[in-house]
């Protein structure tokens, strides 16, 4: 059997229409940085945005038509992971500062996320991983504004009587045995 490559996904390209706009939300609310920006024959403007300094673009904001009308982010949304839920928390401050509207704080089990719409309606998610793993899909809110120890121990008993509910480094090596790694 051929080995097939391990792939990481490198970048994402969203449609803007207005990337002055979506510039100023993506670097001052999200902390994006322009690592380049210009203009592609044909008159397309569009900007390259970057946390990591390992890579030169994590997105690609291109300027062009008006887009369609989005509903919830559920299906169709950029998901960034973050360090802790102290950085959630600093993130959804931001959030509400530059007037987003709605934020969904969700629990999957096995994250901790906010859901939220960029100013063009793009779906993004922002999330830090729990100690723990439990069948997908799985989704509850919780209460972001609780004490890190009070968020994990509520986490943990709504989903200890759940499918597959474990340790999460316990399901990775599960899960790594699987891939014959």
């Excluded at 059997?1 to 990337?19: C, E, F, G, S, W």
């Excluded at 291109?62 to 887009?67: C, F, L, N, R």
Aim: glycine residues 8%; hydrophobic residues 40%.
């Amino acid at each position: 059997m051929t080995k097939v490559p391990q792939l990481r996904l490198a970048h994402a390209t969203l449609q803007v229409t207005r990337l002055d706009v979506a510039l100023d939300f993506y670097r001052d609310v999200l902390g994006f940085h322009v690592t380049n920006q210009g203009e592609v024959p044909g008159g397309t403007n569009l900007a390259f945005i970057s946390q990591d300094p390992d890579n030169h673009h994590q997105i690609v904001l291109v300027e062009g038509a008006e887009s369609s009308e989005r509903g919830f982010v559920l299906a169709d949304h950029l998901a960034f992971r973050t360090d802790s839920l102290d950085s959630l928390r600093i993130l959804h401050t931001k959030l509400i500062s530059a007037g987003i509207d709605p934020i969904l704080p969700i629990c999957h089990g096995n994250a901790w996320s906010l859901y939220f719409s960029d100013p063009e309606g793009n779906g993004l998610e922002c999330f830090v991983d729990t100690p723990f793993h439990v069948a997908q899909p799985f989704a509850k809110g919780f209460n972001l504004d609780q004490a890190d120890e009070a968020i994990e121990a509520q986490t943990k008993a709504m989903i200890e009587g759940e499918p597959e509910f474990q340790n999460m480094a316990d399901w990775r090596a599960s899960f790594e045995a699987r891939m014959g790694k």
